[in-house]
C-alpha cells in the first residue's frame, strides 16, 4: 500500500528483529476493547503511556475508555465508521489513539485478536475479521509500538465495502494534534480492497465488484480459476 509504507517510512523497525515473546488471544466483542499493559513507557503526543486499549474496530487507545468523559465512548467502542479528520471530524473519543484500520469490524467465528510483546515492542494483530454485516471479507493487519515512540503498521488482506476507513494517528484533537495518512469513504470514494500482492489499495466503484475489478480475490468469483 504505497501510500501508507510511504507515510510510514520514518517509523518502521524491522519486524525481523523482534524477540519471540508469547502470543497472547484475546476475546473482544462486537465495537469491544480489551487492555493490554505495556512493558515499556510510550511517549505518544507529550505524554507517556504503560498501558493500552485495543479495539475490536481496528484501534489502539492509551486512555481508559471508561473514564473519558461522555457515555457515547463507553457504548459504541469507536463504532462504526472511520473519521475524516482532514474534514473536521472530532470528539474527545477519538484522542490519543492509534488507527491502523479504523472500520466497522467483526469476529463472525472465524477471526482472531492477538497480542505479542516484551519490554521493546508491543504488537497488536487482528487476523480474519469480516466487515460488520459482509461475511464474505476478510480483514487481517497489525499495528506495532516501540518505546522511543516508533509505530509499524502491516497489511495482509482488507477488504471494506460499506464502511468508511481511516488511517491516522490522534493526540488531543481540539488542539489539532493528528496526523492522517488514508481516508476512504464508500459512498463517495467506492469501496476498498487490498491484499499483499497488490501495491495499492484498489478502489471499487459505483456499479462494480471485487470479483470485476480484481477477478482473483475470492474463489467465488466466475473468473477465478482462469485467473
Known sequence: ?????????????????????????????????????????????????????????????????????????????????????????????????IMPFHTDLIDTGVGKFYTQGDETYQKYMWEGLAEYYNTNTSNTFDLTIFPLGNISINYEQVQINNHSVTVAVVGDLSAGEYEQWFYNHPTQDGALFWNS???????????????????????????????
Open 1 to 97: 500500500m504505497q501510500i501508507l509504507l510511504t507515510a510510514f517510512l520514518g517509523l518502521c523497525f524491522s519486524l525481523s528483529s523482534l524477540s519471540e515473546a508469547p502470543i497472547i488471544e484475546h476475546t473482544i466483542t462486537d465495537d469491544g476493547w480489551v487492555e493490554v499493559p505495556l512493558d515499556f513507557t510510550f511517549p505518544f503526543y507529550g505524554n507517556s503511556y504503560v498501558t493500552s486499549f485495543m479495539f475490536s474496530n481496528g484501534v489502539v487507545g492509551f486512555l481508559d475508555p471508561l473514564t473519558v468523559p461522555g457515555s457515547g465512548y463507553i457504548h459504541d467502542g469507536l463504532c462504526c465508521h472511520g473519521q475524516d479528520f482532514a474534514n473536521g471530524a472530532t470528539g474527545v473519543r477519538f484522542n490519543y489513539t
Open 197 to 227: 500482492a497488490e501495491d495499492d489499495p484498489v478502489v471499487i466503484g459505483s456499479g462494480e465488484s471485487i470479483c470485476s475489478v480484481v477477478p482473483d480475490s475470492h474463489l467465488s468469483c466466475l473468473y477465478y480459476p482462469e485467473t
